[in-house]
């Protein structure tokens, strides 16, 4: 698994839960030294030990852990560039979904060796939609759920979500977008500001 990955869980448990909190996940998924270089590669089975300790250690489950990442990579002030990104896929939020299929290939095109997992957004009647999570991670579509959330309240957008699992690695976000332009949304430029 790419470092940038297994960097970010960290960066979740020390910006959200503090640097103590962070070590002691370590220590209980074996990561040592304690601390994940972005962009080397580690073992797959790191990333999964790294979830278990986590949720040990926040007494959650790994479905509300990977939800709260989720919200994290799109909301913290230090991912902005990753909010960025994905702003960049549609004017608005049915825009977004319906870019969501070359997520893994725009992250390709910032990080070359990043293999994220495989979603597929499938549109149904009356702006409902299935996003298909792939992965080898168990809760990605939890995760999914989290960055979808922030990103309909970014673009002022009135959603429901539902997860579906279906054991296999395979989970559906199922979305039902209530109304495209329910509040303001949050302010967007394509230059950054200085």
């Not at 199922?174 to 949050?186: E, K, M, P, T």
Request: proline share 5%; net charge negative; glycine share 8%.
């Amino acid at each position: 698994m790419h470092g940038l990955i297994n960097r970010s869980f960290q960066n979740f448990v020390t910006d959200s839960y503090g640097s103590d909190v962070w070590l002691e996940v370590a220590a209980r998924a074996g990561v040592s030294p304690p601390d994940f270089e972005a962009m080397l590669p580690y073992d797959d089975a790191v990333t999964p030990a790294v979830l278990d300790a986590i949720g040990l250690v926040l007494r959650r489950p790994r479905g509300e852990v990977m939800e709260d990442i989720g919200s994290y990579l799109v909301s913290h002030p230090k991912t902005e560039a990753v909010r960025r990104l994905l702003r960049f896929g549609g004017v608005n939020f049915e825009d977004f979904l319906h870019s969501l299929d070359d997520l893994p290939d725009r992250a390709r095109m910032a990080v070359a060796e990043l293999q994220l997992p495989a979603i597929e957004l499938h549109g149904h009647p009356d702006a409902r939609y299935s996003l298909i999570c792939d992965s080898p991670i168990d809760g990605f579509g939890h995760l999914m759920m989290g960055v979808l959330r922030v990103m309909a309240d970014d673009y002022g957008a009135l959603a429901l979500l539902e997860l579906e699992s279906s054991g296999t690695g395979r989970e559906t976000v199922r979305i039902q977008l209530v109304q495209s332009d329910y509040a303001d949304g949050r302010d967007f430029q394509l230059g950054m500001s200085a």
